[in-house]
């Protein structure tokens, strides 16, 4: 099982990016995929997911609103837009994978998070 990240990058506050996670060796049916982010000096935290069954998203409360997961089970890759970016929002961001392999509600904790891909980074000035 792979998870790789990519489509960080560098914007100005208010802009826009969309990492990907593109999975490999695995079924999205069968992962909550979720993103979390580290910046600096902090602990990773998580940010939102998406169901592997019926398509239920969660956001953490300071990017609702602001972000999207999404997810393309043709192509087995979940995507975060993420619209109205702020300084505050500079960190790596991570995906993670935790296997489910009967339909899961609600939020996994990190613990439960088997697979993490390698991290995009994302900066955000002001």
């Known amino acids: 099982v792979q998870l790789q990240a990519s489509g960080g990058g560098s914007v100005q506050a208010g802009g826009s990016l969309r990492p990907s996670c593109a999975a490999s060796?695995?079924?999205?049916?069968?992962?909550?995929i979720g993103w979390f982010r580290q910046a600096p000096g902090k602990e990773r935290e998580w940010i939102s997911c998406?169901?592997?069954?019926?398509?239920?998203?969660y956001y953490e409360e300071s990017v609702k609103g602001r972000f999207t997961i999404s997810k393309a089970n043709a192509g087995n890759t979940v995507y975060l837009q993420m619209n109205m970016l702020k300084p505050e929002d500079t960190a790596v961001y991570y995906c993670?994978?935790?296997?489910?392999?009967?339909?899961?509600?609600?939020?996994?904790?990190?613990?439960?998070?088997?697979?993490w891909g390698q991290g995009t980074q994302v900066t955000v000035s002001s």
């Open positions: 060796g695995l079924l999205l049916g069968h992962y909550v």
């Open positions: 998406i169901s592997n069954s019926d398509g239920a998203t």
């Open positions: 993670a994978g935790a296997t489910f392999l009967t339909p899961r509600v609600g939020i996994p904790e990190k613990w439960e998070y088997d697979y």
